[in-house]
Nanobody, 125 residues
Framework: QVHVVESGGGLVQAGGSRQLSCVVS????????????MGWFRQAPAKEREFVAA???????YYAESVKGRFTISRDNAKSTVYLQMNSLKPEDTAVYYC???????????????WGQGTQVTVSS
């Protein structure tokens, strides 16, 4: 069993920054966190969920064009945590942000196995 829990959402002004965290509990699965690819996705009201960023085993990293240069994904395997640093936030970044885990080194996909409940990020203009 793998549990994914996001935190760090909230209200931020346009141009500001926010860091999201995602802790993965994977011990029960017998698989270590370092062997999971991790992704961040978001879903705005009345829109489909979209890819934001992903990171693999060797920090092979992918970003959506809309966040390149503003968002940074990173991971701390010792803490079983993945982060999403969001800078220069825009009102259009407002969404529920979801963290997801996928066993293996294939982060550049939408086929993630385990999902968190999401954390709301609201960017005010």
């Amino acid at each position: 069993q793998v549990h994914v829990v996001e935190s760090g959402g909230g209200l931020v002004q346009a141009g500001g920054s926010r860091q999201l965290s995602c802790v993965v509990s994977s011990a029960a699965s017998g698989r270590t966190f370092s062997r999971y690819s991790m992704g961040w996705f978001r879903q705005a009201p009345a829109k489909e969920r979209e890819f934001v960023a992903a990171i693999g085993w060797y920090e092979n990293i992918y970003y959506a064009e809309s966040v390149k240069g503003r968002f940074t994904i990173s991971r701390d395997n010792a803490k079983s945590t993945v982060y999403l640093q969001m800078n220069s936030l825009k009102p259009e970044d407002t969404a529920v942000y979801y963290c997801a885990a996928r066993f293996g080194n294939t982060p550049n996909t939408n086929m993630y196995e385990y999902w968190g409940q999401g954390t709301q990020v609201t960017v005010s203009s």
